[in-house]
């Protein structure tokens, strides 16, 4: 029996190896790779995800699993033993229900999905981007067919990145927050305070958002002697080993929020994989548990901690002396009160803390509808701006920058948005009980001390790894139930006094 | 039988496909990589080369040989085929005859050698070293016996650098090259004329110096949109693809030579790789043929090309403008004549490109000794300083500098020194070639032209693959066997003016 386990960890953890190979290769090919090399880099990469497909069905784990999944060692769940077994098994499952020629039909398209993309965003030509858009729902359909589900088809896509989650939780929890949100939104937009956003678009010289983003990514953590920072289009935070985490950025040297806020987010998912346990790294025990709750941890740094007034009060002086053109005469209150401006805008990915969940509730109805049957991909340019006119009351003036401005589609992750919402949810609900359990975080942040903090997360839950589920661990760290009221007071609490609201 | 041929192709080309992610691990591991990493990383490349192993010893691959070494796709040893078979051949061949306990020995021997000469060096402290360097050279022994030779066991492994080439032949050539370079040194040592080498060692600023070696390299034909330039400890160029050859340096602020002839050095090196025949990537065809018609390509556009008169007339100005605080006041001649000083010296990499091929004669005939049991390990120090008074007219203060001055025993690379002066040799016979066929190289450089030199080797010999041996290919371009006159001719050709002998 202990041999059999002793076998499944060997062979995990090799599956581990060529993921951890295949990471810094995209990692590589986001940052480093010459233009020429991509078809090559396609190549390499095909080789690789082919033999770790080949490894996570070798029909091996499936005796394994039946040897080991009702033993002694899966006799408490939480056991790190457990843990291995029941995501060894999930894996396996899975990969096992998926016909081989659905598996090839999905990643290419995905692969031809996203050069369309690319092309059709560019061009804001959605009839060029239609058939592919309608090939991936149409897969994703026979993937979740082919995977089975309880309830609804989206279920079995969410549980991809969200295991053991629900739709029908996530719609009601999202639901809620919508209802409570757009109020805020709306007492926000008939304040008469304003803040002067142009202060965040001056001069902000490269370098020096390097040095300074670098700095701050260090103190609250971010270890880089373990990791490294490089320059993307589209940033991102991969784990090419145990000891090895690259996080990335962009810049623009008229916009101050960009890079710095976006540092501290990848430094925040950084901080979760550096504190994953080495021990088990590429097994259950030491995986993330699920695309929340990772989010969840790049959004507390980002926005919680980043965000905040306490925060500030610490980093506001270097950041005058390091960007003395831009801010050097800007009073504390204004740019406190710039960076947490509230406004609808076309973007996900350039919105405000307030309003992204909203993008995020559009993008998470439609998949539902496209899964179900309910709309066709024809028609999704005229539901995304019709939800876009009745949750953030603008209309996208062409489809480049509305229905075409992610990724996320062309490339099949379809079931991946609400986990972004989730984050957020997830990230304040913690926050306010690192808070309470500690005491006094803000006195802490004003002094420059994040360590406690990070201390807290990484046992509370880095180390936690997938001994549970999402649900199970807000339970367990805070006490109660995922509850969208934490993020819904904490948003009050900072921007009533800002808006006079 | 044509079936036969296209898998092992394939089979070739998946091995590529492997090789050059163990290529791009390798270049990251000494270019990015946080220190942290260092641990996994092994783990990553160990696992590769064991794949890498289990390919090329594929018993199949024997079957599919049986089948097309004798037919004819072999009728013409020239031809793709012949070529494909002859390579796939020599790699099985040799792979085979190596017992696996002796390619696992050999491979710790590689990495502990390694390492323990890192701290031996750092420390001085060759006593340390002594049993490392004992284990190496007694499994070389064996892998040479392994092998089998039919002269001397040098042979075997000079075999792994330089295909097909002979000790006896190398012994002679080097023989012939070192009495006609004495004499050209003692000369050189005797002569009153002496270049003002400080003004190398003023202040460069490295951006200018990574902006002004770039410019080079892209004039000389470097392809930057299919390579990269980095940052690393000890300079190399790796291909990590067709499409993607990274070139590195190191840079020194108060030395000019060190980054910017390494730069031309190592873009010789990629225009080589970038010049190779992509559709037979990985097979024969399109692979570079040895490690000395590697360094040919090196040296060419290093030396021959970048240390000439004509090159710097249309540099120069470019140079002072770009480093004016060193070089704004310096004259031409003194400037070319400090470029291209004459003395002996310790340490091999910053040797001049006279004395340089005294230090690998050095190592050529200490390693030679080591492999027959002339000579036990434990005496190589006093070898070794022996050698450097009688050849160079220096001895070396300690062994750090001395004996242990280079990475190659340490990681098993005996039989390698010798191709870094067959390059330089070959790369003196070419040139001069070159400068017949093409009439008046000396006139294009002054202009800024490279590219007929570029597309004369890249007809001449990177489109040759390994469609034949280097001798032949000597003969083949040139007319006529290896021939050390070449370089003593153009060595006395431009040092007789400068030191006025």
């Not at 060997?10 to 295949?22: D, P, T, Y």
């Not at 990335?248 to 710095?260: C, G, S, V």
């Not at 209150?333 to 992204?356: G, Q």
């Not at 649900?471 to 993020?487: D, F, I, K, R, S």
Request: with cysteine.
């Amino acid at each position: 029996m202990s041999e059999t386990y002793d076998q499944l960890c060997e062979h995990f953890r090799e599956i581990a190896v060529l993921g951890s190979i295949g990471a810094l290769l995209d990692w590589d090919a986001r940052c480093m790779l010459p233009s020429g090399g991509a078809g090559y880099r396609s190549d390499q990469q095909a080789y690789l995800s082919n033999l770790l497909h080949q490894k996570r069905t070798d029909p091996r784990v499936g005796d394994w699993l039946a040897d080991v999944v009702d033993s002694d060692l899966t006799a408490d769940p939480r056991s790190d033993s457990a843990t291995v077994i029941r995501e060894a098994k999930r894996i396996y499952d899975k990969q096992v229900k998926l016909p081989a020629d659905l598996v090839e039909a999905l990643t290419r398209a995905e692969n031809d999905g996203q050069h369309a993309w690319v092309e059709a965003r560019k061009n804001d030509d959605f009839a060029t981007f239609l058939p592919f858009l309608e090939t991936t729902f149409k897969l994703k359909r026979e993937q979740a067919d082919a995977i089975g589900f309880d309830d609804c088809r989206y279920d079995a896509l969410l549980d991809d990145f969200e295991p053991d989650e629900k739709t029908s939780r996530v719609r009601e929890t999202l639901e809620a927050l919508r209802k409570d949100l757009v109020p805020l939104l709306d007492a926000i937009q008939g304040s008469s305070e304003v803040p002067d956003a142009s202060l965040l678009t001056r001069k902000y010289p490269v370098d020096s958002q390097t040095q300074f983003g670098t700095r701050a990514a260090t103190a609250i953590g971010f270890e880089f002697d373990r990791g490294r920072l490089d320059v993307t289009h589209h940033p991102f935070c991969t784990e090419a080993g145990p000891d090895d985490c690259r996080i990335t950025t962009r810049y623009d040297e008229n916009f101050f929020n960009m890079a710095f806020f976006g540092i501290l987010h990848e430094a925040g998912h950084g901080i979760y994989d550096q504190g994953l346990r080495k021990d088990y790294y590429g097994l259950g025990p030491g995986s993330y548990l699920s695309l929340g709750i990772h989010e969840s941890q790049s959004r507390m740094w980002e926005n919680q901690v980043g965000r905040g007034r306490p925060f500030w009060e610490h980093w506001y002086g270097a950041a005058q002396q390091t960007f003395s053109e831009a801010l050097g005469e800007v009073a504390f209150d204004d740019f406190y009160f710039a960076i947490n401006r509230v406004e609808p805008s076309l973007i996900r990915v350039e919105a405000d803390e307030l309003t992204y969940n909203l993008h995020i509730i559009i993008r998470f109805e439609l998949e539902q509808e496209m899964l179900d049957g309910e709309i066709k991909a024809a028609d999704l340019p005229d539901a995304w701006n019709a939800k876009y006119q009745q949750y953030l009351g603008i209309t996208p003036p062409n489809n480049a920058d509305g229905v075409m401005q992610d990724v996320h589609w062309s490339a099949g992750l379809v079931g991946y948005f609400p986990t972004y919402s989730l984050g957020n949810l997830y990230a304040a609900q913690f926050f306010a009980k690192a808070d309470d359990e500690l005491g006094g975080l803000a006195e802490m942040f004003r002094r420059g001390e994040y360590l406690p903090l990070k201390d807290w997360v990484g046992e509370k839950i880095h180390r936690v790894g997938r001994s549970c589920s999402a649900a199970e661990l807000v339970q367990e760290v805070t006490g109660e139930p995922l509850n969208h009221q934490y993020l819904v007071d904490q948003l009050r609490a900072k921007l009533g006094p800002l808006y006079k609201i």
